[in-house]
């Protein structure tokens, strides 16, 4: 076996209580998702503060609305991501079970599917309340990648959505008998790559970076359009690419395909994660390339 790294002992709840005969446990992935919101709340009415940062010096919106926004968002993450969940990746099972589509508690979230409930509920939270749509979009998209970053991190606590079999130094042995089902390997430890850490890294540190960087640095706000535009390319190169090394889910992986293609032609194909990101990028890209033809 090569040089790998061995999974840190990290209890996926952080403290656990029983009250007349019922558990209840404050997990890594319920603090991740508080946190997250918590931390785009603070962002959000930061850069509202800041009417330099805005066209003509006047911000979108008031900073006491962004808790009613944010009440819309947080309904958009959890139908969208679950409806998405359901649809793309597993619909045979809940149209056989359609009692379990309601079981959030037992996991399956998507991302894109988290990500189109959130633009159209800040859309209809616009149109309600007469605001500009894209300065919302901005200002919206400027505070995820700190939420994706502890998201990722608590994907990692959990051992799941863990990255294809690998020999480099840097491979983790998650435990589980599924992270140690390994082709390939009859006897020994399966180290894989550790994709959640990958991803922390690209969407929440990097992007992140970036989006704080055109923000206050660079004037982005002032150009309707480009943060948003910047997210969804950024978030969607950067989740295509680790898609490589990603495990595909289960039910795509086959005989047949063991690389869980979702789409293949000739030898070559992509998962449904790369299907997914496409429209991000080329949608990202279209906004980016309005923002500048619009800039005075």
Not at 11 to 25: H, L, N, Q, Y
Not at 91 to 102: K, S
Not at 209 to 228: E, M
Request: hydrophobic share 50%; charged share 10%.
């Amino acid at each position: 076996m090569h040089a790998a790294l061995r999974f840190p002992d990290i209890a996926p709840e952080i403290v656990s209580i029983t009250i007349f005969g019922m558990e209840f446990a404050l997990r890594w992935y319920a603090l991740a998702y508080i946190a997250g919101i918590l931390i785009a709340w603070r962002l959000a009415v930061m850069a509202l503060r800041r009417p330099r940062l805005w066209p003509g010096e006047r911000p979108p919106m008031q900073p006491a609305q962004v808790e009613d926004l944010l009440t819309w968002i947080i309904l958009g993450v959890i139908l969208g991501g679950r409806l998405g969940f359901v649809l793309v990746y597993q619909p045979g099972y809940y149209l056989a079970n359609p009692a379990e589509m309601l079981k959030i508690w037992q996991g399956g979230m998507s991302f894109h599917g988290g990500l189109l409930g959130v633009i159209l509920a800040s859309w209809a939270y616009t149109r309600r309340h007469g605001l500009a749509t894209l300065g919302i979009a901005d200002l919206v998209a400027h505070t995820v990648p700190p939420g994706l970053l502890l998201g990722r991190l608590a994907n990692f606590v959990n051992a799941e959505l863990w990255g294809r079999p690998t020999d480099l130094p840097w491979g983790v042995v998650f435990p589980g008998a599924a992270a140690q089902d390994c082709p390939g390997i009859a006897a020994g430890l399966c180290a894989r790559h550790p994709s959640q850490l990958y991803e922390a890294l690209l969407e929440g540190l990097v992007l992140g970076a970036l989006i704080l960087w055109l923000v206050y640095r660079r004037g982005a706000f002032r150009h309707p359009g480009l943060i948003t535009g910047t997210f969804l390319a950024g978030y969607g190169l950067a989740r295509f690419l680790v898609e490589f090394v990603r495990q595909p889910d289960a039910q795509f992986v086959a005989p047949g395909n063991p690389l869980g293609l979702a789409w293949q032609i000739g030898g070559y194909g992509l998962t449904m994660g790369q299907i997914l990101s496409l429209p991000m990028i080329g949608l990202g890209l279209w906004l980016i390339g309005r923002a500048r033809r619009a800039a005075p």
